[in-house]
């Protein structure tokens, strides 16, 4: 099994995303002359950025909740924070951290079965 960090698959994408994008919708337009095909690949490509930006709004979510976990945890260091709200955002920290390494086997899985495909 392939063991990569969060972060590392998040640079990654975040890396790669963005000429991708370009240069997918760079190719279709200068290979469809007529412009229902134009409108269609920008209904392609928006449905891509929905995608990605889906993404990086799940990531931004999960980073999150890891923050707001370690915040509540020096909060109940100093007595500031109660026995439950330590334990309530534990468990989030940890649903979240459960959640991205599946969605990160999952993606890695993906990969690994298109890099498989003979062309």
């Known amino acids: 099994m392939i ?3 969060v972060g590392r698959v998040a640079a990654a994408y975040a890396a790669n995303r963005s000429p991708i994008a370009s240069g997918v919708a760079e190719t279709q337009a200068a290979t ?5 095909a134009s409108q269609t690949d920008a209904v392609a490509a928006s449905a891509e950025s929905d995608f990605g930006g889906f993404l990086d709004r799940s990531i931004s979510q999960a980073v999150d909740t890891l923050k707001e976990s370690e915040r509540v945890s020096l909060a109940a260091v100093s007595g500031k924070a109660s026995a439950h709200d330590v334990v309530r955002s534990v468990l989030a920290a940890e649903m979240t951290v459960q959640s991205v390494v599946a969605i990160r086997d999952k993606m890695v899985q993906a990969y690994q079965e298109i890099m ?3 062309v």
Do not use: D
């Open 3 to 5: 063991e990569m960090s």
């Open 116 to 118: 498989r495909i003979a």
């Open 32 to 36: 469809s002359p007529l412009s229902s």
